[in-house]
């Protein structure tokens, strides 16, 4: 199971959250796509990688970059991050969390 970590001693903890939140930033569900809003901005060949290596985490489509949705004018101090959006299958929330550690080793290595 990928959805949390056990971290030992509290500045593990600390540096774990600290990469976590480093290019990641929020997610959030909008009708049928589920948008993450990132830290960083992702370049083409990592959406790419991205689409290959998550492909059963889509409903359909692929994962793209994206502007703010009008359904999330309701969090203006949020319109200003960047996005990628995709058709969720909700299948699996560990899985959407290696998507999010991937993300962030991307946003790290840049």
């Known amino acids: 199971m990928s959805l949390y970590k056990i971290a030992h001693p509290e500045e593990e903890a600390g540096d774990w959250i600290k990469f976590y939140y480093s290019t990641y930033h929020s997610v959030r569900q909008v ?6 809003r990132l830290e960083e901005d992702l370049s083409t060949d990592q959406i790419a990688e991205l689409n290959e290596s998550f492909a059963d985490l889509l ?3 692929e ?4 502007g703010p949705l009008r359904q ?8 200003s991050e960047r996005r990628i959006s995709f058709r969720n299958n909700k299948q699996s ?3 959407l969390n290696e ?3 991937a ?3 991307m946003g790290n290595a840049a």
């Open 59 to 61: 409903e359909s489509g």
């Open 99 to 101: 998507m999010i550690v």
């Open 31 to 36: 009708h049928d796509r589920l948008v993450v």
């Open 103 to 105: 993300i962030n080793r």
């Open 63 to 66: 994962i793209v970059k994206s």
């Open 72 to 79: 999330e004018n309701d969090e203006p101090e949020l319109l």
């Open 93 to 95: 929330a560990g899985r």
